[in-house]
């Protein structure tokens, strides 16, 4: 019974956390699609996931965009270009050649969406929170750019 209970109170409550957690980020990825040239696709992410006093908190580039605090913005990934917008005006386009690969990582948690893992050469990486984690993965596989799901 008490199961029961959990269930029929815990439910909704999950549901509308997932909505919440994956409306901001299309709604910005809706707002930064002309952003991105013609044909390219953006798809929403949740970016800056580290920790908030990590390095590269503030930074220019790759290690900028994985320091927190947590922000909403767009990918696209090109030919020979994956290309990151944030809803504050943040951009980065980086050669697929930096790119080391990419891996997904599910969340575990019903409410919170999956991770892209961009992995750099440099030993940098990108982490990229998506309700289109899969989409970003197929995406870069078609690229050419090694592709880890676990």
């Known amino acids: 019974m008490l199961a029961l209970a959990v269930l029929v109170l815990g439910l909704p409550r ?84 930096d790119v080391a690969g990419v891996a997904l990582v599910p969340s575990g948690v019903a409410w919170v969406a999956n991770t892209v893992d961009v992995l750099l050469n440099s030993g940098a990486g990108i982490e990229c929170r998506s309700p289109e984690a899969v989409a970003i993965m197929d995406a870069f596989g078609r690229a050419g750019v090694h592709v880890l799901e676990s």
């Not at 696709?41 to 580290?50: K, S, T």
């Not at 605090?69 to 386009?93: I, K």
Request: aromatic share 4%; net charge neutral; proline share 7%.
């Open 14 to 97: 999950a549901l509308l956390m997932r909505r919440r957690e994956r409306a901001e980020p299309r709604a910005a990825a809706d707002g930064l699609a002309s952003a991105f040239s013609a044909g390219a696709v953006p798809l929403p992410v949740r970016y800056g996931l580290a920790e908030a006093d990590t390095a590269g908190a503030g930074e220019a580039g790759p290690r900028g965009w994985d320091a927190g605090p947590s922000r909403a913005g767009a990918l696209a990934v090109g030919r020979e270009t994956l290309r990151l917008r944030g809803a504050d005006g943040a951009a980065l386009d980086l050669p697929l050649d």
